[in-house]
């Protein structure tokens, strides 16, 4: 059964390429509405920094939220930003890098629109973690909060932060939230 629903939803992002469709663990078909130009212009500011950083460090691969992956537990997403360590995706073969990348970015964010809603983004996090993230954001420009997920810890909640620090995750990465919050 799960193969057919793995068929299904591929052959839906082929039919509807400007569709954001994710899949949970257990196959159901996700299906978002498109972000708001508010949020997509706040993403692009997310999604710049950490390339820029990307560009200067090498550590590793930058995505925005178009980039899907498949983790570990089967779900397929797609983060408003992530991050994979070099050493991680160069073990990966070609055809795997342009799909849906068969593994749990080592950093990702989440970056909540108008039309989220906070308990799914939450789950979504807490599975990232799970799954193999070494450090989340959950960034809520409506209540001007970041959540910090990190394996093992309590969710740590910083109110109206200017900036947030990839820790020893991203070293040296620091986020400028100013035109993000």
């Known amino acids: 059964m799960r193969t057919t629903l793995d068929n299904v ?10 569709m954001h469709l994710e899949q ?10 498109p972000a708001g130009a508010g949020t997509g212009g706040r993403n692009s500011k997310l999604v710049c920094q950490l390339e820029n950083w990307v560009t200067a460090s ?3 691969k930058s995505f925005e939220s ?3 992956f498949t983790l570990p537990n089967g779900a397929r997403r797609a983060p408003d930003a992530a991050w994979v360590r070099m050493e991680r ?6 055809a795997e890098q342009e799909g849906f990348a068969p593994l749990c970015p080592d950093f990702v964010v989440e970056l909540r629109s108008p039309s989220d809603r906070l308990p799914r983004l939450r789950a979504k996090m807490r599975e990232y973690i799970a799954q193999g993230a070494r450090l989340g954001w959950l960034i809520d420009p409506r209540r001007r909060v970041v959540e910090i997920y990190r394996p093992g810890r309590l969710v740590e909640t910083l109110k109206d932060p200017g900036t947030v620090s990839g820790e020893g995750v991203l070293p040296g990465f620091v986020l400028d939230l100013g035109d993000i919050l």
Do not use: H, R
Request: with cysteine; hydrophobic share 45%.
């Open 9 to 18: 939803f591929m052959q839906l992002c082929k039919d509807y390429p400007e």
């Open 24 to 33: 949970d663990a257990t196959g159901e078909i996700i299906m978002m509405a």
């Open 58 to 60: 090498g550590l590793g």
């Open 66 to 68: 178009s980039a899907g």
């Open 89 to 94: 995706w160069n073990t990966l073969t070609v």
